[in-house]
Structures are given as structure tokens and as C-alpha cells.
């Protein structure tokens, strides 16, 4: 028999113990694949979405996503290879005793673990492929693009991935394998014959990890309700991560240990269960630590993604009316009044009714250097641009928001967004209100001494500190700004109509049109610069005299924009988030069922044990089932109730779905696993049956 018919012979006949390698070999192969057809797609790669910015995050997103299946499939690769040199210590043994030597035992490792895991590859990339068309469709409707996807085969997907995980094959089977010595081996053998010393605990460290747990979650829940600052929650996740270790490798040692004690210990197959319970905990602690943390992590991320990709989310983005055209100067205001017009025409042609109002807006600004500015903790930019109480109620009215009240000679200011505003609900309002300096205008001198309220109010337009006066306040100060010859008028136009986000046709239309006009604009003044650059030395009158003829620009924000690059990028993340997820849980399952079977030889010998002193198959058969379900169940459990969300989303929904789907799929492997666990168990313990 020579090397190709002893591998080929190696592999068939551990067919059963490869075979989850190889499936999850293969899941991760064609996930990586996944991510190098959306990130190497040429219609995705020229325009992931309609923001430049967007696009490049999304590939920096996709390319971190690639890199940290890579390490995962690395670290789940190695670990399962290190378990098969294991579980195969026997074979391995009598390949020695045969007289292969060493380096040919080792050569012939590294052929079965290259060959194993170039199929795996091979098969990943092979069901990629097959499943493009489909995930092509879900790509375009997760993230909301506007064309359809081309189905197509990425070269340097395909040969990305297949480079990767070949070459992580066979530099796992080159240190593996070179690592490996006889004597190792035959110690392997003679370890299941040592009797196992009783796992020991100290009460001290037990309820140190209960402790740390608590104080751990006492920090998360302070951090999300009392304070902003990352400390307590990076403290809080620390000392959770260790309670987490010490639970599992004291706490439950030592609660295993205490029910030894009680009379009930022996009643029944209580015995035989809680021993070995003890064994399996210490031994098991570390890996039910890392799934149980690593589970947590991926529920939440997952859930989070979700709740954040839902249109419900989405929609409470970006500005609160559908557009906002920005002016500076009764010329731009005139131009942006006619370009507004035109499109409040073209809304009403198609049965809505818009509404829209001009806004006028004055500036102030606070020295920073005020102890009293020092002290308002609330107070997050160096000016505010305030408008008057009247625009401000009829805005609200408008978005069907209600509008807070404002004084004479206070600027109230408003929350941006839904973070600011939830904040600012939790304070009362004399917490949130002081008294301070500010500066009118720009340089004028105009001092005031205010009342500054900040108010949990949202109206987001776009506008660093956007604060209301009564129109007397607005009326009095713009008079002052006028007499300092600081009368620079400057504000915006809103138009709104409710039916906005059923119009996208519309809104594209609108967008594309005012887009291609200014970049026309933009492209002129380019021009013109270029021109006067290589004439030299220009005056301000030379510039105004060329530049006249060229149109203004028209400034505006979208709301539907802002909502569809909103859905692109949360669509984006939604994507390498629940495929990074379905790679974790698949990993950690399998990471259970390698753990589980190589300790096989080991169990059976127990078993066979318990066999002989008279343990029916029944008694035997409930002992591992609990076994098996601590081992299968109890990291999530643990992973399930350490738990608290931390922002305003709708998650707990999307957490539910995300578990329930998890759990179904751990149930279905674990009835699989039991199944053949215990035929295997059986056919040790009993050789007769």
C-alpha cells in the first residue's frame, strides 16, 4: 500500500469524524465568497450606493468583514485539527508502532488536511456560485439599489478565496504536523488510563465571579441610564468577561461539589450525573466561556443590525421635513424661492399638497471661555442658529410634532436627534436651563445676557444649534444686528408634504435635475478659476464682473435621500452582519460537537465501566443526555439572560427572532449529535450489541 491508497483509505474511513470539519470548512468558504462577489462586483464596486461616502465605507465594511472570516476560519481550523490529531491518537499510535516513521506520519497529515480542506474550498465556492443569482436578489433589495445586479463570477473572488483558505489548510497542517512527536502520541494513549485528580474549587473565587458579574451589570445598567461616559460601560464589560470565566470554572464547581452533600445526591442516576457534570465543567469551562460571551456579542450585533436596517428606523433619520433649501442674501433667496416654486408645482401636478414657508435665521455665539458655558454640560457647539417661535410652532405643526414654549429673552434649543433627545427627557428642566453671555452676529460686539434652555423638542434641519426666540426676541435682536451694519439676511425654505417617502420616482427626478445643474455650475466656476490663476494678480471686482453670468447654485437637503443612504448603509451592514453571524454560530456548534467527540475514547471507557458494574443502556442514556444538554444549551442560557439592551431601537423583537432561529437550529444539531453520541457510546460500553 503505498501514501496516495493510506490517505484515500484515512479519509473514507473517517468520513463521519470529518465531516462536520468539512461542512463548516466549506459554510466558511462560501461566506468569504459571498463578501468577494460584493465587494468585487463591478456594479457594485463603481457605485455601492448613491453617497460617494457610503461606498467607501461599505468597502472598508465588506474588506474587515473578509479579514475577520479569515481569522475565524483560522482559529476554528487549527482548533478542530489539534482535536482530530487527538481523537485519531490511537491510529497514529499504531501507524508508529507499525514503523512509519515520523516525518512520513507527518507527511501523510498534511496531505489529508490539504486534500480535506481543498474539497471544502472547492465545495464552498461551488455553492457560492450556484446561490449568485439569489443572493444577488437579496443583496439588491436589503440594500435598496435602483438597478438590478448582473449575475456574474468575480475573478478576483474566486481566486481571493480560493488563495485564502488554501493557504490557511496547509499552513495548519505545516505547524500541526511539525509539532508532532512519538512520544507525544504514545503518551496520548496511556493519559486515558491515569485516574482524574477531582476538580478543585475555592468558595472564594466562586463568589468572586458572581460578584464581578453583578458589579458588571450594575455598571452597564448605570452607564445606560446615568451618564454618557465609556468608562463604566468598558469597566462594566471587562469585569462581566471575567465573572463570566470564573463562573463557569469555580462557581459551578463548587455549586456541583456542594449538592454532593446532600442525602438526595443518591437517589436515582443523581450520582453518576453531578460527578461527571464536575469533570466535564472544568474541563469545558474555557470553551463555555467564549461561546457564551461570543454568543451574547453576536446576539446583540445581529439585533441591533436588524433594528437598525428596518424602515422604521430609517425613517426617523436625517432632516423632519422633506426638503430644506438653505439661502444667504435676498438674491439667493429670490433664486432658491423660483427653484422651490418649480418643484412645489410639480408635487401638486401629482395630486399631493405640499406645504412650504421661507425661514429667516440670525446667529449667535457664546464664549467658550464662560465658566457658566463651562458648566452646561448640554451645551455641544459654539453657536446657535435661531429662528422665531412662530416658524418654529408651524414646522411642528407640520411634522405633527408638539411645540415647546419659549420666553421673552431665552433662546430654547432643540435636540437634533433622538440620542439628544432622550437625553434631555431624563433631566428635569431647571437641571437643563442656564444663565450666560452670548455675542449677536459676528464680531459686532452685541452682547446679551441669557436664558438658555435646553429642550428635548427634535426639529432636525441640518443647522448647528438650532434655537427658537418669540418673535418679539427675534424682532429686537435683528433690529440691533441691522443698526450694527451686521444685516447679512440668511436662512431657508422648507417644503413638506407627508407623502414623501411614496414619491421616489419624483424626489429622483427633482434631485437629478438640481444635481446636474450644480455640478454644470461648479464645472463653470472651475473654469473660470483655472482661467484667472494663470492670468496672476486678480481683483474682487475682476472675479464679481466674470462670474456674473454664471448661474447660482442651489443648496438643498433631501429627506428621502438622506433616508434611501440611510437604508443603503444600514442594508450594508445588515448583510456582513448576519453573515459574520451565521459563521460564528455555525463555528461555535461544530467547536461543541469536535469538543464532544474527542473526548470519545475517554467517555467510552467510563461507560464501558458503568456497564460492567450493571448500569443499564437507560440509566447510561439519561446521564449523557443531561450532559449533552449543559454542554449544548447552557452557554446560551448563560448568553441569554446577561443581557440588556443599550439604545432606543425596536430590538427586542429582532433579538427574539434572532434567538429563536439560533435555538431551533442548536436543537435540530443537538437531537443529531445525541443520536450519534450515543451509538457511539453504546458500541464502546457494550462490544456484544
Not at 470539519?21 to 468558504?29: E, Q, R
Not at 474550498?121 to 443569482?133: E, M, N, S
Request: proline letters at 3%; charged letters at 20%.
Amino acid at each position: 500500500m503505498n501514501f496516495r491508497q493510506l490517505i484515500i483509505r484515512n479519509l473514507r474511513g473517517n468520513f463521519r469524524t470529518y465531516a462536520a470539519y468539512f461542512v463548516s470548512s466549506a459554510f466558511a468558504a462560501m461566506v468569504f465568497y459571498i463578501f468577494s462577489l460584493l465587494l468585487f462586483h463591478p456594479q457594485l464596486e463603481e457605485n455601492l450606493s448613491n453617497s460617494g461616502t457610503l461606498s467607501e465605507l461599505a468597502k472598508v465594511g465588506l474588506s474587515v468583514a473578509l479579514v475577520v472570516i479569515a481569522l475565524l476560519s483560522l482559529l476554528f481550523l487549527w482548533y478542530t485539527f489539534v482535536v482530530f490529531l487527538k481523537r485519531r491518537k490511537r491510529d497514529l499510535a499504531i501507524y508508529l508502532i507499525l514503523g512509519i516513521e515520523e516525518k512520513d506520519l507527518r507527511k501523510i497529515l498534511f496531505v489529508e488536511n490539504a486534500l480535506l480542506g481543498t474539497c471544502a474550498t472547492v465545495t464552498g465556492i461551488g455553492l457560492g456560485i450556484l446561490l449568485t443569482k439569489l443572493l444577488l436578489l437579496i443583496a439588491q433589495n436589503v440594500m435598496y439599489l435602483t438597478e438590478g445586479l448582473k449575475f456574474m463570477v468575480p475573478m478576483e473572488g474566486l481566486g481571493l478565496t480560493f488563495g485564502i483558505y488554501v493557504f490557511i489548510f496547509l499552513l495548519i497542517s505545516f505547524f500541526s504536523t511539525r509539532a508532532l512527536q512519538g512520544e507525544q502520541i504514545i503518551s496520548l494513549i496511556k493519559e486515558n488510563e491515569k485516574p482524574r485528580p477531582e476538580p478543585k474549587s475555592h468558595w472564594a473565587l466562586a463568589f468572586s465571579g458572581i460578584v464581578l458579574l453583578l458589579i458588571g451589570y450594575g455598571l452597564v445598567f448605570y452607564f445606560s441610564f446615568q451618564t454618557y461616559s465609556m468608562l463604566p460601560l468598558m469597566l462594566g464589560v471587562l469585569l462581566t468577561v471575567a465573572g463570566t470565566i470564573l463562573s463557569f470554572h469555580q462557581f459551578s464547581v463548587f455549586l456541583l461539589k456542594r449538592l454532593k452533600k446532600r442525602s438526595t445526591f443518591l437517589r436515582g442516576t443523581r450520582m453518576l450525573t453531578i460527578s461527571e457534570w464536575i469533570f466535564r465543567m472544568r474541563d469545558n469551562a474555557a470553551m463555555y466561556s467564549l461561546i457564551a460571551i461570543s454568543t451574547s456579542v453576536a446576539f446583540v450585533g445581529i439585533s441591533v443590525m436588524l433594528a437598525i436596517g428596518s424602515s422604521s428606523f430609517s425613517s426617523i433619520q436625517g432632516i423632519s421635513v422633506a426638503y430644506v433649501f438653505p439661502w444667504s442674501g435676498p438674491e439667493d433667496l429670490n433664486h432658491t424661492e423660483g427653484k422651490v416654486n418649480e418643484i412645489k408645482t410639480a408635487i401638486e401636478e401629482k395630486g399631493y399638497a405640499p406645504v412650504t414657508d421661507s425661514v429667516s435665521l440670525l446667529w449667535a455665539y457664546a464664549n467658550l471661555d464662560e465658566s457658566a458655558v463651562t458648566n452646561d454640560s448640554f451645551y455641544t457647539t459654539n453657536g446657535f442658529s435661531i429662528m422665531r417661535e412662530s416658524d418654529y410652532q408651524k414646522m411642528m405643526k407640520q411634522i405633527g410634532e408638539e411645540a415647546d414654549s419659549v420666553a421673552d429673552n431665552q433662546i430654547m434649543t432643540l435636540s437634533a436627534n433622538y440620542s439628544r433627545r432622550k437625553q434631555l427627557l431624563e433631566v428635569p428642566e431647571n437641571e437643563r436651563t442656564s444663565i450666560y453671555p452670548i455675542e449677536l452676529g459676528s464680531e459686532t460686539g452685541i452682547k446679551k445676557d441669557v436664558t438658555i434652555v435646553h429642550s428635548p423638542s427634535m426639529l432636525s434641519l441640518n443647522y448647528f444649534g438650532l434655537s427658537v426666540v418669540t418673535d418679539k426676541t427675534f424682532e429686537e435682536w435683528q433690529a440691533l444686528l441691522q443698526k450694527s451694519a451686521d444685516d447679512m439676511e440668511s436662512g431657508f425654505i422648507w417644503l413638506d408634504y407627508p407623502e414623501w417617502a411614496e414619491t421616489p420616482e419624483l424626489v429622483f427626478d427633482f434631485n437629478g435635475n438640481l444635481d446636474k445643474e450644480n455640478a454644470l455650475i461648479d464645472q463653470q466656476y472651475e473654469e473660470l478659476s483655472q482661467e484667472f490663476e494663470a492670468k496672476g494678480d486678480y481683483t474682487d471686482e475682476e472675479w464679481a464682473e466674470a462670474a456674473k453670468d454664471i448661474p447660482m447654485r442651489t443648496s438643498y437637503t433631501s429627506k428621502y435621500q438622506v433616508f434611501q443612504e440611510n437604508r443603503q448603509g444600514n442594508g450594508i451592514i445588515l448583510m456582513i452582519t448576519v453573515l459574520l453571524g451565521s459563521v460564528f454560530f455555525i463555528f461555535s456548534a461544530s467547536i461543541i460537537y469536535f469538543r464532544l467527540f474527542a473526548d470519545l475514547d475517554k467517555d467510552g471507557a467510563y461507560h464501558r465501566s458503568l456497564h460492567i458494574l450493571g448500569v443499564s443502556p437507560k440509566e447510561r442514556h439519561k446521564v449523557l443526555r443531561r450532559q449533552l444538554q449543559v454542554m449544548y444549551f447552557l452557554p446560551t442560557v448563560v448568553a441569554m439572560t446577561a443581557l440588556r439592551i443599550l439604545v432606543e431601537l425596536p430590538v427586542w423583537q429582532y433579538y427574539g427572532v434572532i434567538v429563536s432561529l439560533f435555538l431551533i437550529f442548536q436543537i435540530v444539531f443537538y437531537f443529531v449529535c445525541q443520536y450519534r453520541y450515543l451509538q457511539q457510546i453504546d458500541r464502546i460500553a457494550d462490544p456484544t450489541e
